[in-house]
């Protein structure tokens, strides 16, 4: 499948909130061109040669996005629309295809949990670990959003508890429930490779026989204990009312994926059906904690 890549010209200082943009925008990753290795941007053949003089952060896009409508929203928040130098290009998958593989490591989140790259050595072996290959899908751990949900997970007791896994990525976060003692997950993604990618990674956790997968228009009716949604603000807003049908009766929620400033309006949202707690925060990032009334 061919994907667009947008190259976006920053600095240090600007370079992760920039990448917050292109997450907030449906890049599917995001990758950063130090200009301490790289100090002058690379033309491709027959590219008109645009010089970088820091950081670049590249975001990659499937070939159907509205290209156009990301780059009108970047200018928007840019702080300075007339200098924000970027670059959009089209590339197949092998242009791409594991590059952000060399650094990728494990890393642990809350007391038992590590994520590990499938091709790395577990640091722990006694800890709960899940062993990832997120292939093209988003979620590897390293993106606040899908931290705070994996440090949430993992501070709970899921032994024999059901859990619903909506916008399920690379399935990083099923798994980890599953790998904590669920004793079943249902996953729902509108991408399938992202569904594909969530089995692959059961599978290599033994954990597939206890995991579900589906797509939107497919979703079973189904009351877990505990629901758990990273996707962003708007998807959060708009389904609401199908999220919430997924938690039971005293049930757990949690919601990712959502900026610091948008996070009054869906604890508003959500409080018409939980007693919502105080959110979690990670750099710009919140997690949004409810139980069922
Ligand atoms: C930010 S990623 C989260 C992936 C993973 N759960 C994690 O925590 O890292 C959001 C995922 O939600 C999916 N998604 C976006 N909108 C959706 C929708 N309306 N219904 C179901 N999934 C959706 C995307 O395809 C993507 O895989």
Redesign the pocket.
């Known amino acids: 499948m061919p994907w667009i890549q947008l190259r976006l010209s920053a600095n240090e200082d600007n370079a992760e909130k920039y990448s917050d943009w292109l997450?907030a925008c449906g890049s599917q990753a995001v990758t950063f061109l130090d200009a301490k290795d790289t100090p002058i941007y690379e033309p491709l053949p027959g590219d008109e040669v645009i010089y970088w003089s820091n950081t670049v952060v590249m975001g990659l896009f499937e070939a159907s996005h509205d290209m156009d409508k990301v780059i009108h929203y970047l200018q928007g928040i840019h702080p300075d629309k007339e200098q924000m130098q970027y670059k959009l290009e089209q590339l197949e998958d092998k242009d791409w295809e594991r590059e952000w593989m060399d650094n990728f490591h494990p890393m642990k989140f809350g007391q038992r949990l590590w994520i590990c790259p499938s091709w790395r050595d577990v640091p722990d072996p006694d800890a709960v670990n899940v062993m990832l290959d997120p292939g093209l899908?988003?979620?590897?751990?390293t993106?606040p959003?899908?931290a705070l949900?994996l440090t949430w997970l993992d501070g709970l007791d899921l032994q024999d508890k059901t859990v619903v896994?909506?916008?399920?990525?690379?399935g990083?976060?099923s798994i980890a429930a599953l790998k904590l003692g669920a004793k079943k997950v249902i996953a729902?993604?509108?991408?399938p490779q992202?569904l594909q990618a969530s089995l692959a990674n059961a599978e290599r956790n033994n954990v597939s026989d206890r995991l579900e997968l589906y797509l939107?228009k497919d979703q079973p009716k189904f009351k877990a204990d505990v629901v758990?949604a990273?996707?962003?603000a708007g998807?959060l807003r708009e389904?609401a009312p199908t999220i919430i049908e997924f938690v039971g009766d005293k049930g757990l929620l949690a919601l990712?994926?959502v900026l610091e400033e948008q996070a009054q309006t869906l604890q508003e949202i959500y409080g018409q059906w939980c007693d919502m707690a105080p959110i979690s925060v990670q750099e710009e990032w919140v997690r949004l904690n409810g139980q069922r009334k």
């Not at 899908?137 to 751990?141: H, V």
């Not at 896994?165 to 690379?170: H, L, M, N, W």
């Not at 729902?188 to 991408?191: C, G, N, P, T």
């Open positions: 997450t899908a988003f979620g590897t751990g993106h959003t899908t949900c896994d909506f916008g399920c990525g690379s990083i976060l729902i993604d509108i991408d992202a939107p758990v990273n996707i962003l998807p389904l990712s994926g």
